[in-house]
């Protein structure tokens, strides 16, 4: 009820009110929902190791002093082939495009653990930036803890832009190729091929411009096509057939590296999301997080679960049905879902021997949604096959 009444007043709002949306895109599976949960700062967007985890475009809400940034959590971009073979409803299809009308920012994330897919930006994902040129747009790149040879985030950069970061050209220098086994970290906030230092009053862009440059091996060697800050010359239309060949986007502003899952360098992202925010009113009220209900959020972490434990396509036939959820005397939750299979088989995996599986999945939901709702919770699962 609090949570529907903040959600359905007006928002407060400070004197001088800042927002900015964010739309983050890319392929299934890259990170989108746990760099989203770690801006917030509490578990509010499933997450799994499974394609697909995210359904539907949930929003997020940081509120900090005069600005809010709003994050649409989006379904990681995808087609209509692989969207029929994991039984995918049409939303997923469209919310992603829904979500780049409405945003200020485009963050486009890549996951650069995966070496199938690291070296160019999915077809999906450069449709989506062809069609919305006129939105800035930053590439962040993602589970950099994961790569062992960090020279190869140069090359992985300098592919996803073309060799083009905010009208500037990038250059590899060839000395940086240091020995694989070097435990030393790179700089992973290198964030701009030419940092303009008004736009970020009082950080440490400004002070580290040359340290950052020189350390990374990204040098500014020409300007291409217009100012440095591409407010000048946006990026001219991209029709999608000429996507075909491309691998990469020469009119991203900014390149940020970082570890979503271990939080390295997520302040710095958001540092930086703050600083981009433009006079606007609020949109929720300071104390909302996400615009889901605490039924969707519910749903959302078990289901997360669900994914995690049943093998190959298995979950994504599980329908969820809440039984009761109610306050107990003790100001706790008491919350009683159905979890119904299409096979007895599947039922018996759900299960588990001994019913290990199902009271590991509540388990772990159970802790998750006493994170996100800061109350104790007391949640039973019982499944059964569908019909």
Known sequence: EEQKRLLENRPDQPQNPRVLRIAII?????????????????????????????????????????????ILDTPGLTNPLKAKRHNLEEAMLTDPWHSMKH?????????????????????????????????????????????????????????LTEGIVNGKKLEVKSTLKQDSRSSAKPPF??????PPESKVPGSPFGQEKNQAQEGSGLDKSSDVGGAGTGEAQGP??????DVKDTKGWPHFQEIFMLAALRGEEVDTLKRYLLMQAKPGPWEFHSDVLTNQSPQEICDNIIREKVLEYLPLEVPYGVTQVTEIWEEGECGELLIMQSLLVPRESHKRMLIGRGGK???????????????????????KLKVEVKG
């Open 26 to 70: 890319g392929a299934p599976n890259a990170g989108k929902s746990t760099l989203s949960n770690q801006l917030l700062g509490r578990k509010v967007f499933p997450v799994s190791k499974k394609v697909h985890t995210t359904r539907c475009k949930a929003q997020g809400v940081i509120t900090h002093e005069d600005t809010q940034l709003i």
């Open 189 to 194: 906030h290198i964030t701009r091929a030419s």
């Open 236 to 241: 001219k239309h991209h029709e999608p057939e």
């Open 103 to 159: 945003a200020d920012l485009v963050l486009v994330l890549v996951d650069v653990s995966d070496h199938w897919t690291r070296n160019s930006l999915s077809r999906e994902v450069l449709k989506c930036l062809s069609q919305f040129p006129h939105i800035p747009s930053v590439l962040v790149l993602n589970k950099v803890d994961k790569l062992k040879k960090k020279f190869l985030l140069l090359e992985i950069a300098t592919d």
């Open 357 to 379: 599986v199902i009271s590991r999945i509540a388990q772990e939901a159970g802790q998750d949604l006493m994170n996100a709702f800061l109350c104790d919770v007391r949640l």
